[in-house]
């Protein structure tokens, strides 16, 4: 971070260390930090002499991982009952409320996120004052406002575009607030009343446009996409990653094969909805349907071999922001290999976001780590743990 002094060199010891990739567990493990970098992850033995000079942490009974991904939230929201009421109806609000949501996302242990939606510049402004050090949070990785149809799901957390020059003028107008990824709305969504979440949005011709300005701007795209209609549509046209995909069947599970992109079921989502005491019914029952049909959905897309990736939709109700490790928890408990789910919140997840050198614990990587109090891949419910986290090599919780 520019103005900081260099942080201390740092040597972790943990009975158990996940690098984030595709390696096995390792056991009796050490981690060592130097210049905001991991400069060696592996068994304790295999430490370099160059570590000696390291400050030591032990974690006895802990797991070290990378600092975990967030593929899917709102940085401008909290979790309240109500999605449209809870965001506040200022740009100041909103910002406040998106560095305390970003804060809480860091002490869980999340040290990237990706934000898919806020009315303007909110989480693109917090992101930059995390990465310059003026405040506490997760790398940001941020849409802007999403690209909505008039008439179309979240238009408070959107801008409003229709045809193809439209939709590409919005992608060029979000590039030009400094997003860095985008957001396109391809159906209904349960949160927006009047609208069938699964009914398909764009024509075939916007997704096309928008999908190619976007790439052509170096900018991956996200698609909200309920129904089997708009995922085929929204895969058609080359998005990078399908959000909720609550309704799949065999075609649109195909066509996810065919065209690689990553799916984010977004398990707390509806399961959040439908555990809220406070949320409306009229919420309830349009969420019901969706989280029903999305194990199945889910079991049919990892059995084909579709990448998956760990997305909360924090923000939205009962779905308060740091919740990722609950994600995992509900992907496992629909049958994902524990190892997997793991994987899709950390370096699966990185990579979706073009960030490389983050997700992983290997040496070059960026030293955001976690270590959780238990052993993580036995028993992911340890992920609720958080013993420390590192950023950039320097102790943060
Ligand atoms: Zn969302």
């Not at 201390?8 to 009975?15: G, K, S």
């Not at 599970?253 to 079921?265: D, K, L, Q």
């Not at 194990?295 to 990736?309: I, Q």
Request: hydrophobic content about 45%; glycine content about 14%; some cysteine.
């Amino acid at each position: 971070m520019p103005g900081l002094s260099a942080p201390t060199p740092h040597v972790l010891r943990a009975p158990l260390l996940f690098d984030g990739g595709g390696s096995e567990p390792v056991r009796d493990a050490a981690l060592w930090l130097e210049n905001g970098r991991v400069a060696y992850a592996g068994p304790a033995a295999g430490l370099p002499a160059g570590a000696d000079q390291a400050q030591v942490v032990d974690l006895p009974g802990c797991t070290l991982l990378p600092g975990l991904v967030d593929v899917h939230v709102h940085l401008v929201a909290s979790g309240g009952p109500d999605l449209a009421n809870d965001i506040p109806s200022s740009p100041a609000g909103r910002t406040v409320v998106a560095v305390a949501n970003a804060r809480r996302q860091l002490e869980r242990g999340v040290t990237l996120v990706r934000d898919l939606g806020a009315p303007g510049d909110e989480a693109i402004v917090v992101g930059r004052a995390i990465e310059a050090g003026e405040v506490q949070g997760p790398r940001v990785i941020p849409a802007g406002p999403a690209v909505t149809m008039t008439g179309g799901h979240i238009p408070y957390l959107g801008r409003i575009a229709d045809g193809a020059d439209g939709v590409r003028q919005a992608v060029r107008a979000n590039a030009a607030l400094g997003a860095r990824c985008i957001k396109v709305v391809a159906t209904g969504g349960v949160l927006t009343r009047g609208i069938d979440p699964r009914e398909a949005a764009y024509t075939q011709a916007e997704l096309d446009a928008l999908v190619d300005e976007a790439h052509r701007l170096g900018l991956r795209v996200a698609a909200h996409a309920i129904g089997e209609g708009g995922v085929l549509a929204a895969l058609r046209a080359g998005v990078d990653s399908i959000e909720h995909g609550m309704f799949l069947d065999e075609k649109t599970i195909e066509a996810m094969v065919a065209s690689g992109a990553r799916y984010t079921p977004t398990f707390s989502a509806p399961n959040g909805i439908l555990a809220g005491a406070a949320v409306p019914a009229w919420i309830k029952d349009r969420a019901r349907p969706a989280a029903e049909a999305q194990v199945g959905s889910f079991r049919g897309a990892v059995e084909a071999g579709v990448k998956v990736v760990a997305g909360t939709d924090a923000g939205t109700p009962d779905n308060p922001h740091g919740g990722v490790a609950r994600e995992v928890a509900f992907m496992v408990e629909a049958g994902f290999d524990p190892l997997l789910a793991l994987r899709a919140a950390t370096g699966e997840a990185a990579d979706l976001l073009g960030v490389s050198d983050r997700g992983v614990l290997r040496p070059g990587a960026a030293a955001d780590v976690l270590a959780v109090d238990g052993d993580a891949v036995a028993d992911v419910s340890a992920l609720a743990r958080p013993a420390a986290v590192f950023q950039d090599g320097r102790r943060v919780v």
